[in-house]
């Protein structure tokens, strides 16, 4: 198609079963050009009126079955994601060290303790940790735009909390924050905070 011509939505041309194919191909063209989740209004701009966004993603993951990616629902959008075997042929081959967090252990603590205690202030940080956080920490997982500032605390001073973003969620692969691990998967996993600190 040249550049500037119209987007043939509808495909009437085409059978049925070929237009539906063209449909989940375009999806899957713009998960896989999209450097963050695609939401479900900018999809239906590439398929037809009586076309459903959630039965072409359905069916489009069925089709990935078997490939190294998926289909993986990020918030109110979609994104196409690696399967985890092949994030060390992925390292070994390509240059992915701008993609990844590099976050110390510490970093990813703070970070975890934002995702469950949202919003949460440093000051609330502090509780948690039993020391100061500092402003570069929180610095860091801003700038990788994993956190946002949140609602401002309703005492003196008004001190800003803290939020996960949307970016939180896609580089953890998940949907919601529903999807962050429940107490007794922490407990299971040994990762539960320790009553004795």
């Known amino acids: 198609m040249a550049q500037g011509a119209k987007l043939d939505r509808e495909l009437a041309d085409l059978p049925p079963d070929l237009r539906w194919r063209e449909w989940m191909r375009r999806i899957e063209a713009v998960l896989f050009a999209s450097a963050s989740p695609v939401g479900r209004a900018d999809l239906a701009r590439v398929i037809g009126q009586g076309a459903s966004v959630d039965l072409l993603i359905e069916d489009?993951?069925?089709?990935?079955?078997?490939?190294?990616?998926y289909v993986a629902q990020i918030g109110n959008g979609w994104s196409l994601r690696t399967k985890p075997a092949y994030a060390p042929a992925i390292r070994a081959a390509a240059d992915v060290g701008r993609q990844t967090l590099n976050l110390s252990e510490f970093d990813l603590a703070v970070l975890a303790a934002i995702a469950f205690h949202q919003p949460v202030s440093r000051d609330g940080l502090k509780e948690i940790?039993?020391?100061?956080?500092?402003?570069d920490l929180i610095g860091r997982l801003a700038e990788r735009n994993l956190i946002a500032t949140g609602p401002r605390e309703p005492r003196r001073g008004a001190p800003y909390t803290f939020v996960t973003t949307d970016a939180f969620l896609a580089a953890f692969a998940m949907q919601s924050l529903r999807d962050l691990p429940d107490q007794e998967q922490l407990d299971d996993a040994g990762l539960a905070e320790r009553s004795d600190r």
């Open 60 to 69: 489009l993951a069925s089709d990935l079955a078997g490939r190294p990616y």
């Open 129 to 135: 940790f039993g020391k100061e956080i500092s402003r």
